[in-house]
């Protein structure tokens, strides 16, 4: 085949450092715009970003150019960056070192989207180290509890 083809659509959860809730309604939105411009520019652009106060949720297309930490990385360093400029709360501003990405078919992005856009109703019931474990669990994805949560 002469042309490179993928589609790899990637729902990506990380959280605050210590998941402290810092992150504020009034920053939310603005910083779903500013992560959604960080992924444009890494050429893999967002479809949904959705946060609550401890963290964030992103469905994007992977680029076929770039590896995947290397785009995370660049969302987390920037994000980071951006928020220390939003007032003295966000002055030692850190996101966890680790996230979690798992791949989503075509035929689920629906399902996660609204997932996504529903974090808020979603985590009245559902800690995000709950939620986190369930899908590590659902993609069996091995890990050990002494170093999910930094």
Do not use: C
């Amino acid at each position: 085949m002469s042309q490179s083809l993928a589609k790899n659509l990637i729902h990506l959860i990380y959280s605050t450092k210590d998941r402290r809730p810092v992150l504020e309604d009034a920053v939310r939105e603005e910083l779903h715009q500013y992560s959604g411009g960080i992924l444009r520019d890494q050429e893999s652009p967002s479809l949904v970003i959705g946060s609550v106060a401890d963290h964030v949720h992103l469905l994007f297309l992977l680029t076929k150019n770039k590896a995947l930490a290397d785009v995370v990385r660049e969302v987390k360093k920037g994000t980071s960056r951006w928020l220390k400029t939003k007032g003295p709360q966000f002055a030692e501003f850190e996101w966890q070192a680790g996230y979690g990405a798992f791949s989503v078919s075509q035929s689920a992005v629906e399902e996660v989207r609204r997932y996504i856009q529903n974090q808020a109703e979603h985590h009245r019931k559902v800690s995000f180290q709950d939620e986190l474990r369930a899908f590590l669990r659902r993609y069996e994805i091995e890990f050990d509890e002494r170093y999910v949560w930094d």
